[in-house]
């Protein structure tokens, strides 16, 4: 159970086999990024065409195996192609979940691995640390959640509002659903002495430090709420029934259900338990939502995702006329269960009822489906609107921000029928 699944081995043995020289494993708890191996052994690596397989993406510093027909590489990232989710469940398996690295997938080894807690809010004021096998000796809890970038759909503020908005140019493919195991965040605060007063901590991960523009941010690293922590969060070491990929957060992460993914940090190595409000350049300068529609000097950080729908289709996709095209696709929402889908298959113009095949609950995606015979031929725009029980409703707009967070509008879904 201590060894990650077999693509990440697999790349990881041929790091080794082609770099003994670099200490990947059996050494430090510090990180030995992906990147620090010459480049050709890296799984895919830009710098080694001879040696990628067919078929195979680069993306600097992702460790797992990339099929072109399941990813698109943006720059350190892996989005996992929505259209491609057809043939998945209401779990995403690993080795089709999406990728966000900051920086690239240190490779660590479980048995070297301890958490340290410290900080103004522990009772004893001296760090505490616990070891890979301390945190599986504590009771389990298994649950299923999403993980979403909150970027996740960004490139729709332009193509579909004309919005422009920086950040990585996801579609919809920056989020996935998994069955995580783990031990409950609160039974190891509890356990490090957290003092009655402590109201944030900021948990940070061992990968590279995150630079951009000229400037070292230090390790990614985002206050969350300890209120939130004693809700649901779990430090997660299995993903699906298996131990988590390396590229995941091997051996631990942070899964926050039901928000932003940079909440859920990877490679989890130290948590500051604090008395006072903690700050980071993940919730001042990054994570806030700014522009005309908000705030002067921006929102306060953004903590929950938004609801969404999709088409399992490619855009551009060609169906034929005269035939019954079984059209499928996904909701959720973070905010509540899902009640309903609606698709259009006339731009909007008429709307009927998609049938859900999940039971929609809290945490989860539902996925849908709906029977559709185009008569004529010609251009056609694809929607589909979630509402959930909470009364939420995807508009037809989002309501914009520079940084391109939290896009819930109805999406245009372009196909043309032949
Ligand atoms: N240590 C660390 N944690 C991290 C990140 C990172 O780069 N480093 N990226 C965050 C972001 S922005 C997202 S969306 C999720 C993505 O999780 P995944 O790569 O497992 O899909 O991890 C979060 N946790
Ligand atoms: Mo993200």
Redesign the pocket.
């Known amino acids: 159970m201590q060894n990650p699944p077999a693509p990440a081995r697999r790349s990881l043995l041929k790091v080794l086999a082609a770099a003994p020289a670099v200490s990947v494993i059996g050494g430090a708890v510090t990180a030995a990024p992906a990147h620090a191996a010459p480049a050709p052994v890296v799984a895919g690596g830009a710098a080694a065409p001879a040696s990628t397989a067919p078929g195979l993406l680069a993306a600097p510093g992702i460790v797992k195996a990339l099929p072109a027909e399941y990813f698109t590489v943006r720059g350190t990232?892996a989005e996992a192609r929505f259209d491609g989710f057809g043939d998945t469940g209401a779990l995403t398996p690993a080795d089709r979940?999406?990728?966000?690295?900051?920086?690239s997938t240190p490779v660590l080894d479980a048995a070297d691995w301890r958490l340290t807690l410290w900080g103004d809010g522990l009772h004893g004021r001296a760090p505490v640390h616990f070891t890979y096998g301390q945190l599986r000796d504590l009771p389990s809890v298994t649950r299923t959640a999403l993980?979403?970038?909150?970027?996740?759909g960004r490139s729709l503020y332009a193509s579909q509002q004309g919005e422009p908005a920086t950040g990585t140019a996801w579609t919809l493919g920056?989020v996935?659903a998994a069955r995580w195991r783990g031990v409950r965040l609160s039974d190891v605060l509890r356990r490090a002495g957290i003092a009655r007063d402590a109201v944030d901590l900021l948990p940070?991960?061992?990968?590279d430090p995150?630079v951009s523009g000229g400037l070292d941010h230090g390790?990614?690293?985002r206050p969350l709420p300890v209120a939130k922590a004693f809700d649901d969060v779990i430090l997660a070491y299995e993903m699906n029934g298996e131990p988590l990929p390396y590229?995941?957060?091997h051996p631990v992460?942070?899964v926050v259900p039901s928000w932003?993914?940079?909440?859920?940090?990877?490679?989890?190595g130290d948590i500051e338990v604090s008395t006072r409000p903690l700050t980071s350049p993940w919730s001042t300068d990054w994570y806030r939502l700014f522009g005309p529609a908000h705030p002067e000097g921006g929102s306060a950080p953004i903590s929950r995702q938004t609801l969404k729908s999709a088409y399992q289709l490619p855009f551009g996709a060609t169906l034929e006329a005269g035939r019954v095209h079984r059209l499928t696709g996904r909701a959720w929402s973070a905010l509540a269960p899902v009640r309903k889908v609606e698709v259009s298959t006339d731009g909007g113009a008429h709307w009927r009822r998609a049938e859900l095949r999940d039971t929609p609950r809290r945490d989860g995606w539902v996925r849908w489906s709906v029977p559709w015979r185009p008569r004529t031929t010609g251009p056609v725009t694809l929607l589909s609107r979630t509402t959930d029980t909470a009364g939420n409703v995807q508009p037809e707009r989002a309501v914009h921000n520079t940084q391109g967070y939290l896009f819930n509008a109805v999406v245009r879904h372009p196909v043309t029928v032949v």
Do not use: M, P, Q
């Not at 993980?147 to 996740?152: D, Q, S, V």
């Not at 940070?204 to 990968?207: A, T, V, Y």
């Not at 932003?260 to 989890?268: N, P, Q």
């Open positions: 990232n979940f999406f990728v966000r690295n900051h920086t993980i979403e970038c909150a970027g996740n920056a996935g940070r991960g061992l990968d995150y390790r990614v690293r590229d995941h957060g992460r942070l932003v993914g940079i909440a859920s940090i990877k490679w989890l």
